[in-house]
């Protein structure tokens, strides 16, 4: 992603930070605890279409990214190796695990609704977040236990959760305190509750605990070391993305597709830089991996990796300016699976350094914007993978072609799932494979001119509004989950109509006045405020119309 453009990019770094480079061993703030693993036998291999080519891919596919001394040429001098002698045998690994026991990133603290319930998935798990009247958060499954209606679309009165099929409203915790229908001398039963997940505040991000049989296991609540230190300033977005969950977090640990498909996206992606990289895995645990990437051209691996279950990834870097103080760079990316085909991120991205001068001249709505740009640069992409891999039902090393010099940690992530994939509702793995059992609807990325487009369709009855219903429009994917763009947009509107009357009278005026000295001053202020409608026009634009690649065809 582009938002790893300062881990690429040793020309940023170096321009805007002035700093000597240094390559600390990495400081594991949470070791990832493994499992006991077991041994299960291997399926036989699927038949192939292309039998002499596909069966190279399966004979090398693996993970680590450093060429074994006596490897043939050919594809195994330029395709990823066998990470283990795994690979080898006629068995795999697989660990215990249950997706259920573990904590999910819901939502950024700050962007939670005041008040009104808030509707988030989980998997396939519908729950509903929101703030009772003691400001506590509260987390149930998001469906009313009388009909079945979605809390989610209900309302907070006086801080109890209010269906607003029938008016059953809900305490805190659950419990039933009101049921308008109910005849005076009755009882509520006691099965009209709702069923309660555990959550947490933790970093300014919210935490749920999806397990109903367990008890929630503090120490897995991811904790960020840097994030925690003085100084340390970011700026975080939300995106709403029309992909499964695995697609996007491959992705992210993908930094060789940063110079081609986020070309001067901004200052530091350039596709003539695109280049082969280094790749050390330095840990594997049932809980993920862990190492290093540079660019080989440098002989060096400056950042530092980390993928945790069930989906944190983090990049990291230290430099030592030239004054001896070290200072911390963090890219963080929490994913929640959303449904089969779609998922949510959160994007954390800073750092110790202070921001230069001219980075503060810039609001934050315009990184968000640039965010969303970025992500919608691949969503064609990685849209289409989504549904090849489901046409398809095979296993990704029947699929992928992945290269030593860029795919190490694709091919980390999908070995991974091959030992946890089977405690997951789905998952597509580098050997193994399990498909969800709900179809999912898979929905394409508009391009070209039908991105425009949806870009003002009308949803819910609004005639030409930017709500347009679906996860490919800029607007729904991100301003309607951050109050800061959603302020912004509503702001600039405001604006842009005021500007509007104000054009119109003093057009007005400018014809009906007759000296010329007057007529020049209406004009003028006619001017100034087609001007400022222009700007408000292209603020709002920024944070609602999608990116649109110029060269692509109508």
């Known amino acids: 992603m582009a938002l790893l453009h300062p881990f690429f990019s040793d020309t940023f770094l170096s321009k805007t930070l ?139 009165v006086d801080g109890r959760l209010e269906c607003l099929y029938h008016g059953w409203q809900f305490e805190g915790e659950g419990k039933c305190v009101r049921i308008p229908q109910l005849p005076a001398n009755a009882r509520i039963p006691q099965s009209a509750c709702l069923r309660s997940y555990e959550v947490r505040d933790s970093q300014g991000v919210v935490w749920v605990w999806m397990s109903q049989n367990k008890p929630a296991n503090p120490s897995k609540l991811p904790w960020f070391e840097n994030f925690a230190r003085s100084g340390f300033q970011d700026v975080s977005t939300t995106h709403e993305l029309p992909y499964d969950h695995s697609i996007l977090l491959e992705n992210l640990m993908d930094p060789a597709h940063v110079p081609i498909s986020h070309d001067r996206t901004d200052w530091s992606a350039k596709r003539e830089d695109a280049q082969p990289l280094l790749f050390k895995v330095t840990e594997r645990t049932d809980r993920g991996f862990a190492g290093w990437w540079g660019k080989e051209k440098d002989q ?152 425009s487009i949806s870009a003002s369709l009308p949803a819910k009855g609004g005639i030409g509004t930017i709500h347009a219903p679906n996860l490919s429009n800029r607007y729904f994917r991100h301003v309607i989950h951050c109050k800061e763009c959603a302020s912004v947009v509503k702001a600039f509107r405001a604006w842009k109509n005021a500007l509007s009357a104000v054009a119109l009278v003093t057009t007005a005026f400018a014809i009906l006045v007759s000296g010329r000295q007057w ?20 603020a709002i634009a920024m944070n609602t119309t999608n990116f649109i690649r110029i060269h692509r065809r109508l």
């Open 18 to 156: 002035n700093f000597s480079q240094t390559f600390p061993s990495p400081r594991i703030t949470h070791a990832l605890s493994p499992r006991t693993p077991t041994v299960v036998s291997r399926r036989r291999p699927l038949k192939l279409r292309n039998r002499t080519k596909r069966r190279a891919v399966a004979e090398v596919g693996g993970g680590l990214a450093v060429e074994e001394e006596g490897s043939s040429g050919g594809d195994r001098s330029v395709l990823v190796g066998p990470s283990s002698e795994e690979d080898g045998r006629a068995e795999r690994v697989v660990a215990d695990y249950d997706w259920t026991e573990e904590w999910y990133p819901l939502y950024l603290t700050q962007n939670l609704p005041d008040d009104a319930p808030l509707g988030l998935t989980v998997f396939d798990k519908q729950l509903v977040l929101y703030r009772d009247g003691n400001g506590v958060l509260r987390c149930h499954e998001d469906r009313c236990p009388h009909r079945l209606a979605k809390l989610s679309e209900g309302q907070l």
């Open 519 to 538: 007529k020049a001053v209406f004009l003028v202020l006619t001017t100034l405020c087609l001007a400022g409608i222009y700007a408000c026009s292209t």
């Open 300 to 451: 060096s691996m400056p950042n530092f990796l980390r993928f945790e279950a069930p989906c944190v990834l983090q990049n990291n870097r230290e430099l030592v300016d030239k004054d001896g103080k070290k200072h911390y760079f963090s890219g963080l990316f929490l994913c929640r699976p959303s449904g089969q085909g779609k998922s949510m991120l959160i994007v954390r991205f800073g750092g110790t350094k202070r921001s230069t001068p001219i980075a503060k001249l810039f609001p934050k709505w315009y990184f968000h914007q640039n965010a969303s740009k970025v992500f919608e640069q691949d969503m064609g992409f990685l849209s289409s993978q989504n549904e090849v891999l489901l046409k398809e039902k095979v296993p990704t090393k029947e699929l992928y072609l992945n290269l030593r010099s860029s795919d190490t940690w694709v091919a980390e992530y999908r070995k991974w799932m091959d030992k946890v994939g089977h405690g997951m509702p789905y998952h597509f793995g580098h050997s193994s494979i399990s498909l969800p059992k709900v179809p999912a609807v898979v929905e394409h990325a508009p391009a070209g001119l039908l991105a």
